[in-house]
């Protein structure tokens, strides 16, 4: 029988774009997740990780979240913008978002431990690790997988959209070149494992032929205590990176064109901010009603000091892991379409959806008359049910044994 084989057998190495440490951003979280999963399942696991300067992270022992890995290896890069190799990419029909983190010390990295060391599996998180299929191809006999986050190019095209002029060409653009990397890739890697349903389809709409298996984001429920919900709603929170412009794009809609409406008609109400790399405009910041929280400590503790939480996304792919966690521990969720895109939500059952400015204040000035509690419940089974991290992992990881043994 194919799958009585042990799954310690399976050996893989991970190549991230970013140290997956501190868990402070979904994406780092959905690596987290699925990699301690992995290990908990039998597998052993390697991490060669570049170090960029935005995320830069320096430790001295490794942290206990990092310690299910058998070895790591960091390399810094230096992927801030700069002019001339944006244009240069520009004139050569380049993606400069991919080309920013491509770095030859990586690659000799790479090299040097394929030509010492056998995987079974490379899996490569997010498209940003794609051009070193070329290197693993050629040093290694491993199957190669792509962890796709999200649809990187269907992101600047939304992104374009809402932007005009010069920007909006140049989002525009950078949407283009990423389709093409896309594209051109596909031959690149053996498997793809896509967040949601919805992000393989946009694969395949575009011919990608590599073998698909959709691998959600995994919850460890035991993580998530749910607080006690207040009797009367006034705290409405936010947390996520405020260096992700759909992001920042969301919030910036939220303040200008949803809040001196709520607040006016609300004026018990409060708004609170929390998230990464926090722009100076929000610091300098001031509303009625709105609080800015530079930095917040403790994720958890912060979402279960909000009454409902409010994720204002109109671009992106992939699925929102903040919003995950926030339904794990019995918050209600306001979030669009998109936002809650790949969790599948029914509205007014598990979460609340809103299309627009008016549905949103709306629902806000009823938000007392729901019964708040019921919806919270439902939205932590509803995680419970669908998005375990040991299920998940398990999953994948038959899938893995499956390829290896048709290999």
């Known amino acids: 029988m194919l799958f009585c084989l042990t799954f310690a057998t399976v050996k893989i190495l991970l190549l991230t774009k970013k140290v997956p440490f501190p868990l402070t951003d979904g994406e780092v979280i959905a690596i987290h997740s699925l990699s301690k999963g992995l290990v908990a399942q039998g597998c052993e ?69 394929l030509e010492k060391e056998q995987f079974d599996i490379i899996q490569l998180e997010t498209l940003y690790m794609v051009p070193y299929a070329d290197t693993i191809r050629k040093s290694s006999s491993a199957i ?77 429920m035991s993580k998530y205590i749910a607080g006690d919900l207040p009797v009367t709603l006034c705290k409405i929170g936010f947390l996520g990176s ?17 809040w001196p409406s709520i607040v006016k008609t609300n004026p018990h109400l409060e708004f609170h901010i929390g998230g990464r790399n926090m722009p100076p405009k929000f610091l300098k910041l001031k509303a009625p009603g709105v609080t800015i929280h530079r930095k917040v400590e403790n994720a958890r ?29 019995g918050k209600v969720v306001l ?46 089974r509803h995680i419970q049910n669908n998005f375990s991290s040991k299920s998940i992992a398990k999953d994948l990881l038959n899938f893995y044994q499956t390829q290896k043994n048709e290999k």
């Not at 792509?146 to 649809?151: A, M, T």
């Not at 759909?246 to 200008?256: R, S, T």
Request: charged residues 25%; proline residues 3%.
């Open 335 to 380: 979030s669009t379409p998109k936002g809650f895109e790949g969790i599948g939500i029914k509205n007014l059952e598990n979460g609340i959806v809103f299309e627009n400015k008016t549905d949103l204040i709306e629902i806000i000035n009823q938000i007392n008359s729901l019964n708040i509690s019921k919806i919270g419940d439902a939205a932590r």
């Open 45 to 113: 696991l390697h991490l060669l990780a570049l170090n960029t300067q935005k995320h830069f992270v320096a430790f001295d022992r490794t942290p206990t979240e990092l310690s299910h890995f058998t070895s790591i290896e960091i390399i810094n890069i230096d992927t801030r913008i700069k002019l001339m190799p944006a244009l240069v990419c520009l004139l050569l029909g380049k993606s400069y978002n991919i080309d920013r983190f491509i770095s030859q010390e990586f690659d000799n990295k790479l090299r040097l431990r």
């Open 301 to 329: 503790a912060y979402v279960n000091e909000m009454d409902m939480i409010v994720v204002p996304l109109f671009s992106g792919s992939g699925i929102r892991v903040k919003i995950l966690e926030a339904m794990s521990l």
């Open 144 to 220: 190669i997988s792509l962890r796709s986050h999200n649809v990187e190019s269907e992101i600047w095209k939304n992104l374009s959209s809402e932007s005009s002029g010069l920007k909006g060409w140049y989002l525009g653009h950078c949407a283009r070149m990423l389709a093409r990397f896309e594209k051109t890739s596909q031959s690149k890697y053996d498997l793809l494992l896509p967040i949601t349903q919805i992000d393989a389809g946009h694969f395949a709409d575009r011919g990608d032929q590599a073998r698909v298996k959709v691998v959600s984001v995994g919850i460890d």
């Open 242 to 258: 405020l260096d992700w412009q759909p992001n920042l794009e969301g919030i910036d809609w939220f303040l200008n064109e949803v």
